[in-house]
């Protein structure tokens, strides 16, 4: 089977959709996550993953 110039573009076009509809997906879950998430669990993620990469907070 030979890829027409169509073709390619086509296949091109759809990898960039699936790209944003996942993305999309993604943010939709992290904002609702921490939305319904306790606020101490958020803080308590943040400051150990600040501690985690060496980044004072205190």
Do not use: K, Q, Y
Not at 37 to 50: C, L, Y
Request: glycine letters at 6%; one cysteine or more.
């Amino acid at each position: 089977m030979e890829m027409t110039p169509n073709h390619v573009a086509t296949d091109a076009r759809s990898n960039e959709l699936t790209a944003v509809v996942l993305g999309l997906l993604m943010s939709a879950f992290l904002i609702l996550g921490v939305g319904f998430a306790d606020s101490s669990t958020i803080h308590n993620a943040a400051h150990d993953t600040r501690h985690s990469v060496s980044f004072p907070c205190h």
